[in-house]
C-alpha cells in the first residue's frame, strides 16, 4: 500500500470510524472496489478486522459488469451526484487529480482541464525538490532505456513545445529516400 492512501484516507478513516463506532459489530464498512480490481478485496477486508466489509459494486446488479458510466448514472439517478472530477474527465476522484502516482496523460488532463491544480502542484514538487536538494518528481522519463525524474515544469515544457512545433506551416520538400526512389513529405518550415 501507498503511503500516500494510507497516511491521507486509511489512518483518518480508521480513526473517525474507531472513534465513533468502538463496537465493530455496530456498523460495517462499505468500500467502492468494482468489478475491474477484485484482487483488492482480500486486503481490504483484512486491514479493517474486527469491522465487517462490504463491496456493493461486486454483487449484483454492479457485479454483472455496470461501466463507471452506467454507474455515475445510476447514482444520478438515487440523488446523488457523482464529484466534479469524473465530469472533468478523470477516471478516479482522488486528491483533486493532483495524485503523486499518475502518469504523464494524467498530469497533462489536469494541466488541460484544471491548470490551477496543476500549478500548485508544480510549486509544491518545486519547493520540495529546492527543500530536500534531490533530484526527485512526481513522474518518470525514459530515455535510452534509462529512467529519470520528470519534473511537472519540463512536462509543461514539453507540452509547449510540441504545441508550438504544431503550429509551424509545413512546406513539400522533393527529396531520394535511402532506396533511391523519389519522394515527396511535408516538412516543417523554420
Known sequence: MQRSSLRLK??????W???????????????GI??????????????????????????PPSASRLTKQ?????????????????????????????????????????????PDQYAASQALEHNARALWGKDVAHLRATHARKSHPLTLAQLRRRREIREAFA??????????SRAGASERREEPLF
Open 70 to 114: 452506467q454507474m455515475l448514472d445510476w447514482a444520478r439517478a438515487e440523488g446523488v451526484e457523482p464529484p466534479l472530477m469524473y465530469a472533468l474527465g478523470f477516471e478516479h476522484a482522488n486528491c483533486a487529480g493532483r495524485c503523486v502516482r499518475a502518469g504523464q496523460a494524467h498530469w497533462l488532463h489536469l494541466l488541460d482541464v484544471w
Open 167 to 176: 503550429q509551424l506551416p509545413l512546406q513539400p520538400r522533393t527529396g531520394r
Open 17 to 31: 470510524i474507531e472513534e465513533h463506532y468502538p463496537d465493530p459489530r455496530s456498523c460495517v464498512l462499505y468500500v
Open 10 to 15: 486509511i489512518e483518518p478513516c480508521r480513526r
Open 34 to 59: 468494482d468489478a475491474t480490481e477484485p484482487g483488492r478485496v482480500p486486503a481490504i477486508t483484512n486491514g479493517w478486522q474486527p469491522y465487517r466489509v462490504r463491496y456493493p459494486l461486486l454483487e
